[in-house]
């Protein structure tokens, strides 16, 4: 594997730990809320420190999602392999992303049914085309589908944080409509580059 490669392959790594640490509280509350016990445990300072390593795995996943790109062309280590590879690892770091949230009941679980189909679909594409011998790494618009996932999972993941740390209702009910309304623009965009993907098989 290249520099760029194992760059990738960060992401890989903090995707179930995201969804770990994510879920956490639940699986404790649940726990810990068995009757005779009543009183929560998580103190604010707890639910800001949650709130903390989550930020930070989000934005060290998006951050390797920059850098292993640039990583590759400036060493001129792009290849076959990372051109699979990263696209590879920016789906499951997203979609576990949105599973969580869709657990959380922050996102229609709907939406995330489209977005698995179309990746399945994605993967299906490309093991077509690896059979004539082309390699099919991202294109704009899985690029520009890639960026609307990455924003409704920051957008989301403010909501998740003013919710917990009980700053405003008024707000949190602001942040999940954005976040709803971007990730329906992600799944059309989704869609759209899908049939992008479709058409250059079948010119091949």
Same mark, same amino acid.
Do not use: H
């Given at each position: 594997?290249?520099?760029?490669?194992?760059?990738?392959?960060?992401?890989?790594?903090?995707?179930?730990?995201?969804?770990?640490?994510?879920?956490?509280?639940? %699986? %404790? *509350?649940?726990?810990?809320?068995?009757?005779? &016990?009543?009183?929560?445990?998580?103190?604010?300072?707890? #639910?800001?420190?949650?709130?903390?390593?989550?930020?930070?795995?989000?934005?060290?996943? /998006?951050? $390797?999602?920059?850098?292993?790109?640039?990583? &590759?062309?400036?060493?001129? /280590? $792009?290849?076959?392999?990372?051109?699979?590879?990263?696209?590879?690892?920016?789906?499951?770091?997203?979609?576990?992303?949105?599973?969580?949230?869709?657990?959380?009941?922050?996102?229609?679980?709907?939406?995330?049914?489209?977005?698995?189909?179309?990746?399945?679909?994605? *993967?299906?594409?490309?093991?077509?085309?690896? #059979? #004539?011998?082309?390699? *099919?790494?991202?294109?704009?618009?899985? #690029?520009?589908?890639?960026? $609307?996932?990455?924003?409704?999972?920051?957008?989301?993941?403010?909501?998740?944080?003013?919710?917990?740390?009980?700053?405003?209702?008024?707000?949190?009910?602001?942040?999940?409509?954005? @976040?709803?309304?971007?990730?329906?623009?992600?799944?059309?965009?989704?869609?759209?580059?899908?049939?992008?993907?479709?058409?250059?098989?079948?010119? @091949?």
């Amino acid at each position: 594997m290249t520099v760029a490669d194992k760059v990738t392959s960060i992401r890989i790594i903090l995707a179930p730990i995201f969804f770990i640490i994510y879920l956490l509280p639940n %699986l %404790l *509350q649940s726990v810990i809320d068995a009757p005779p &016990a009543g009183d929560s445990p998580f103190t604010p300072l707890l #639910k800001l420190l949650w709130v903390i390593v989550l930020w930070v795995l989000f934005i060290a996943s /998006e951050i $390797t999602d920059l850098l292993d790109g640039k990583i &590759a062309r400036s060493r001129n /280590e $792009t290849s076959d392999f990372g051109k699979l590879f990263d696209p590879f690892s920016d789906t499951l770091v997203r979609i576990t992303y949105f599973l969580c949230f869709v657990i959380d009941g922050m996102l229609p679980a709907l939406l995330l049914l489209i977005v698995l189909y179309r990746e399945f679909s994605i *993967q299906f594409l490309r093991n077509l085309l690896l #059979k #004539k011998g082309i390699v *099919q790494g991202a294109r704009g618009g899985g #690029k520009v589908k890639a960026v $609307t996932y990455m924003i409704t999972g920051a957008v989301t993941l403010l909501a998740v944080s003013v919710k917990t740390l009980d700053l405003s209702d008024r707000l949190f009910s602001v942040l999940r409509s954005v @976040s709803i309304s971007i990730f329906v623009l992600s799944v059309i965009l989704a869609i759209l580059s899908f049939l992008d993907y479709l058409n250059v098989y079948r010119k @091949s």
